[in-house]
């Protein structure tokens, strides 16, 4: 195995090539070796996996990833690392750079030819999610045609609290269903705020996700997914309003006070209801009836 960066190595390059963190970007970078690797090793980076990266800054990530991976692909935004990319990495074949805005690119795209290029089996994704794009991040790797097998993305803990909450919690609401749609949460561990440099204010969490099917036949899901993300960006509008109410404010195909209650009824659903009291299987249920109303 090729002897990689070590990761007080590239955090030295910063140093004396005087990049400082950017505020704009959200950049706290890793230090802990040892959480490092628990997050590479929670991604499933196998020597038959391509682990995407999404910001991996020096490459403190991107050393443990290329460790257990047969290649990494680095989503890099900030371009003044290029040079500490190339110097530290350049010799690797295997890791590649991409230097380019995530939520702007076609990762899915990229990947699936990185991976045809190195003869690799599948796709695992892994990263620091930056707060200022977690959310719309996250959304994206919502519905049908993501390649990845495995996720294990840091965010900040109050989004993981979002994330993982049960219904009927400030915390319940669109991320929590449109994610627990096309995934399950199976670990989560955290990572307190001094482990970082700079210490950002608040602790971190990774996420370790692995996909499951959406409530619909694999081949209905394209057309689906679009129509019940919209039910759900209505049901959760207004949350404190009946469910009802949210959704013949705001949901173009409301069918109708009448027929939306029959539909609650047939699910055993109290007609005054708010969205943040259902499960996502009970608002893909709902939605169900409704748009066949």
Not at 125 to 146: D, E, H, K, R, Y
Not at 162 to 181: F, H, M, W
Not at 254 to 272: H, I, S, T, V
Request: net charge positive; aromatic share 8%; proline share 8%.
């Amino acid at each position: 195995m090729p002897a990689y960066p070590r990761v007080d190595f590239l955090l030295l390059q910063l140093r004396l090539k005087q990049i400082h963190q950017s505020k704009r970007l959200g950049q706290h970078f890793l230090t802990d070796d040892a959480l490092l690797g628990r997050i590479a090793d929670a991604a499933g980076a196998a020597p038959d996996t391509l682990a995407v990266e999404i910001g991996p800054g020096p490459g403190v990530l991107t050393t443990h990833l290329a460790a257990r991976a047969g290649g990494v692909l680095a989503i890099e935004l900030d371009r003044r690392l290029e040079q500490l990319h190339a110097e530290s990495f350049g010799i690797y074949p295997e890791i590649r750079f991409h230097y380019a805005d995530a939520l702007r690119v076609n990762l899915s795209e990229l990947a699936e030819r990185r991976r045809a290029e190195l003869g690799l089996a599948r796709i695992v994704l892994a990263g620091n999610l930056p707060f200022q794009i977690t959310s719309p991040f996250l959304f994206a790797q919502c519905g049908p045609g993501v390649p990845w097998r495995r996720m294990a993305l840091m965010v900040q803990k109050e989004v993981a609290q979002r994330v993982v909450s049960p219904p009927d919690r400030k915390d319940y609401g669109i991320l929590t269903v449109k994610l627990a749609t096309w995934w399950r949460v199976v670990e989560r561990f955290a990572v307190p705020a001094g482990r970082f440099q700079p210490p950002p204010r608040v602790d971190a969490a990774v996420l370790v996700f692995e996909p499951q099917p959406p409530p619909v036949d694999a081949a209905e899901a394209a057309a689906w997914w679009p129509g019940f993300s919209e039910f759900v960006d209505a049901a959760f509008a207004q949350r404190r309003k009946m469910l009802v109410n949210s959704l013949a404010a705001r949901w173009q195909l409301f069918p109708g006070r009448e027929r939306a209650n029959a539909a609650l009824a047939r699910l055993g659903l109290d007609p005054r209801i708010r969205a943040e009291a259902l499960s996502p299987g009970e608002l893909a249920r709902l939605h169900g009836h409704l748009a066949r109303a």
